[in-house]
């Protein structure tokens, strides 16, 4: 299967700045990624399916001007959490492959 | 709309013995995708198994198995000789492609006491 890793596993911000994490499929030529959130004892909830060369598409509810994404190559995408707020704090979580979903290892974001 | 439904939020089983974890879900689609993912503490999520909605036989992957009812729209997992490394939170998942967007269920806790 595919082998995806997120940087940085790790980022604490303070309220009002963007912060960048990096999505990266390091063995699969990822036309399509998906970004999940997950929020303490729930489930991932889908944020957007992030297309190659192209705009993501957002779920409903999902503010595309906070949550840039951008796609530039088959490898990397990148989801901008733009003028971060505390309620934003939370587990983000990146996917893709082809016969089944490939997960990385997840960007905890801790806003103060 | 799809929805996944699992009922169970925690499950406890001694160690060596079998688990069943429900889940169910709701689509208008005949060709779709199930998986069961796996998240220990470390939140990194783990494939555990996948059924393709048009094969009738039940995947099985070593000691993990399901129970595909594809009429009664139910795919529950079993978990024979549970090990203390099965300890986890177990989501099923459902895509309308193989490569698509994943909907999740709540999750079930699974504790394994020795």
Redesign the interface.
Known sequence: GAVVSQHPSWVICKSGTSVKIECRSLDFQATTMFWYRQFPKQSLMLMATSNEGSKATYEQGVEKDKFLINHASLTLSTLTVTSAHPEDSSFYICSTGKETQYFGPGTRLLVL | AQTVTQSQPEMSVQEAETVTLSCTYDTSESDYYL?W?KQPP??????VI?QEAYKQQNATENRFSVNFQKAAKSFSLKISDSQLGDAAMY?CAY?PD??G???????TQVVVTP
Do not use: P, T
Request: aromatic share 24%; hydrophobic share 45%.
């Open positions: 998986f993912y470390s939140r990194q999520m783990i494939l996948r989501f895509s193989s490569w967007k994943l909907q999740f269920g709540a999750g």
